[in-house]
C-alpha cells in the first residue's frame, strides 16, 4: 500500500463563530463547525420505489445529515435493479431534493444558519446546502454496465464530474459511495488513463477513496451461483490499481443495515417515517431498508476513526486488506467466512443504536425545528475531531482527561472508555480504571513499545433519543519518552504520587520539582496550585 492510503485530516469538532456574508452561525451548534466538510459523490440506481426504493432510503438519512457532507454529485445510474438505466429515473432525486427543500428551515435551526453561501463549492461543518445546490450537482452517469462498455462511447456527466472534482485544487480526498454500479467512476479512471501520463494517473487515483456495496457492476447471480467478477468493472479496478487507489467491497454492513432495518421496521415507521417531508416519502421497504447507507457512514461520528483506515472500525463497518472474493485481486473487503467479516459484523451491530438514534434525533428537527443534538466531546481540552495519537512509555499509566465534554442541550452526560482490539497490533487486554467517569488511566503494557493499540471515548446524552459522539485515542507506546500528538497549545498537570515517580508534561519532557514551583525547559513556570485539574493528561514513570 502506498502511503496515499495513510494521510490523516482532522475534522474540528467544537462550535466557533463565523460570519460569511449573510450567513450566521451562532454557538449553539452541537457536533462540529469550522473545518471543511468530507467531499462525497454518490453513485446511485436509484428507481421509482416499487422497483429500487431502498436508494430512496438512503438518500433520505443522506440529506437528513446533509449538514456533515459536501455533497459534490449524485449520479443516477446502473445497477442489478435497472439494466440499462432509465434516463428518467434519475427524477427520483429531485423529488427528493423537493421534500428537503420544504424541510431546510427546520433542518437549518438546528445549527442556527440564516442563510445561504452566494459560494457554495467550499462548505463547512454545519452548513445545509441549498436545495438548488443539490440540484446543479444532480446527473445522470453511466447507462450500461460492466468492463466492456468502458470507452469513447461511455464518458457521461457523471465520470466528466469525478475528473472534473478530482482536478481541482483541493487537499480532501474525493470519497465514492457506490450504491449501485462504479460504472461511472471506471470510466473516469478510464479516461484518465488513456489521456495523460502515468505520473498524472496516479496523482487522480491518489485523491479517490471508493466504497462499494458489494458489486453491482456485473449481472445479479442467485445464491450458490458463481459470479462472473471478470466483467465487472470493479475487478479492473481493483487490478490495474491497486497499489494506488483505496477500494473497500463491503459484503458485511449493508447486509446488516438490509436485515436490521426490515426486523426493526417498526421503529423507522414511527421514528422517520411522516417526519417532515422528507419523512413522508421514506418508503416502505421491498428487499431491505436502506443497504446502502454505510457507504457514506464511516464518514459520520466525526472522532470515531480515520476514514482513510478502513481497519479502525466505525459505523460503516470494517474491512482487511486481503484477497478478494474474485480470487484474483486485493481490496480492503469484509465478506462472509473471513475473520473480518466477524470483525465487521460486530460492530455494525453495536454501533447500530447509535446510529439509528442520530437519524432519528435529525428527523425531529426535520418535523418540528427542535430535538436534540450530539454531546460535544473534549479530551484533554483538544476539541477537535481528529483522531489523537499518543506516545507513552511502555510500564507507565497515562490519564486520559475527557471532562471538558458537554452537552449543547444541558443534558446529563455519561462516559465510557473501552479498547478496540481488531484495530491495533496489540491485542492483549489493556486495564482502563474509570472506565465509566469523565476521566481514566490507562495502564501501557510492558513490552507494548513498537506496537499500538485503540482506546475509544464514548459519550451518551440523556435526551430523546439519546445521542453519542466519540473520540479515538491510538497509543504508540515507546521505551523511551517522545510526547504527545496532535495535541497543542496545553500546560501540564502534576499527578500525586510517591518519590519513586517522575512526572513528564505532554510533550514528553521531564519535570523537576523545585520548591513550590513546577520547573520545565521551556520555562514557563506554574505554581502547584495553580495547575487546573482538568487540563490534560501527565504521564508517570519510574525513574530512569
Known amino acids: 500500500m502506498t502511503s496515499v492510503h495513510k494521510k490523516h485530516y482532522g475534522f474540528p469538532c467544537l462550535f466557533q463563530t463565523f460570519l460569511f456574508g449573510l450567513l450566521l452561525f451562532s454557538s449553539t451548534f452541537s457536533l462540529q463547525a469550522g473545518g471543511l466538510k468530507p467531499r462525497l459523490v454518490v453513485l446511485t440506481d436509484i428507481g421509482p420505489n416499487d422497483i429500487e426504493p431502498d436508494d430512496r432510503e438512503s438518500l433520505i438519512r443522506l440529506f437528513s445529515s446533509a449538514d456533515l457532507f459536501e455533497i459534490e454529485a449524485l449520479c443516477a445510474g446502473t445497477g442489478w435493479n435497472t439494466g440499462n438505466y432509465p ?171 438490509n436485515s436490521t432495518g426490515v426486523n426493526r421496521w417498526a421503529e423507522y415507521s414511527s421514528n422517520i417515517q411522516g417526519h417532515g417531508n422528507l419523512g413522508a416519502m421514506y418508503p416502505k421497504y421491498r428487499w431491505g431498508v436502506e443497504g446502502d447507507t454505510p457507504s457514506y457512514m464511516y464518514l459520520m461520528a466525526p472522532g470515531l476513526s480515520d476514514p482513510d483506515e478502513p481497519m479502525h472500525g466505525s459505523w460503516g463497518g470494517y474491512a482487511q486488506w486481503m484477497k478478494t472474493q474474485d480470487g484474483s485481486t486485493y481490496a480492503y473487503v469484509n465478506y462472509n467466512g473471513t475473520p473480518a467479516y466477524d470483525t465487521c459484523y460486530k460492530y455494525v451491530n453495536y454501533f447500530y443504536r447509535a446510529n439509528f438514534n442520530n437519524f432519528a434525533a435529525r428527523m425531529d428537527w426535520a418535523k418540528d425545528g427542535s430535538g436534540n443534538r450530539n454531546p460535544i466531546l473534549v479530551v484533554n481540552n483538544d476539541s477537535t475531531c481528529s483522531v489523537l495519537t499518543v506516545k507513552p512509555l511502555q510500564g507507565t499509566s497515562m490519564i486520559i482527561d475527557a471532562a471538558g465534554s458537554y452537552d449543547p442541550d444541558g443534558n446529563t452526560l455519561s462516559f465510557k472508555w473501552w479498547f478496540m482490539p481488531c484495530a491495533g497490533t496489540w491485542k492483549q487486554p489493556i486495564t482502563i480504571a474509570d472506565a465509566s467517569s469523565a476521566r481514566t488511566s490507562v495502564s501501557v503494557p510492558s513490552g507494548s513499545a513498537g506496537m499500538n493499540f485503540h482506546l475509544v471515548c464514548e459519550v451518551t446524552d440523556n435526551g430523546s433519543p439519546a445521542l453519542t459522539s466519540y473520540r479515538r485515542i491510538i497509543f504508540e507506546p515507546t521505551d523511551q519518552m517522545t510526547g504527545v500528538s496532535n495535541i497543542t497549545n496545553q500546560k501540564m498537570q502534576l499527578q500525586k504520587n510517591n518519590h519513586s515517580t517522575a512526572v513528564f508534561d505532554i510533550t514528553g519532557r521531564r519535570v523537576s520539582l523545585a520548591g513550590g514551583h513546577i520547573g520545565v525547559t521551556s520555562r514557563v513556570v506554574l505554581r502547584k496550585d495553580e495547575l487546573n485539574r482538568t487540563q490534560p493528561l501527565v504521564i508517570i514513570g519510574k525513574n530512569k
Open 87 to 257: 434516463p428518467g429515473w434519475k427524477d427520483s432525486i429531485m423529488v427528493t431534493i423537493d421534500a428537503y427543500e420544504k424541510d431546510l428551515p427546520n433542518l437549518m435551526k438546528r445549527s442556527d444558519q440564516k442563510d445561504f453561501l452566494p459560494d457554495e463549492s467550499k462548505q463547512t461543518f454545519g452548513y445545509w446546502p441549498s436545495a438548488d445546490y443539490l440540484r446543479s450537482r444532480t446527473m445522470l452517469g453511466s447507462s450500461k454496465m460492466g468492463y466492456s462498455v468502458l470507452g469513447n462511447n461511455n464518458n457521461s456527466a457523471g465520470s466528466d464530474q469525478i475528473i472534473k472534482l478530482a482536478d481541482e485544487a483541493d487537499e480532501r480526498p474525493l470519497h465514492i459511495a457506490v450504491w449501485g454500479g462504479g460504472n461511472t467512476v471506471a470510466q473516469a479512471i478510464w479516461r484518465v488513463q488513456q489521456e495523460r501520463t502515468t505520473d498524472e494517473l496516479k496523482t487522480f487515483l491518489h485523491k479517490l477513496r471508493i466504497y462499494t456495496i458489494t458489486d453491482q457492476d456485473k449481472p445479479w447471480t442467485a445464491s450458490g451461483t458463481v459470479p462472473n467478477y471478470s466483467s465487472s468493472s470493479h475487478q479492473w479496478m481493483r487490478r490495474e490499481f491497486e497499489k494506488d487507489l483505496l477500494f473497500i467491497w463491503d459484503e458485511c454492513a449493508w447486509l446488516h443495515q
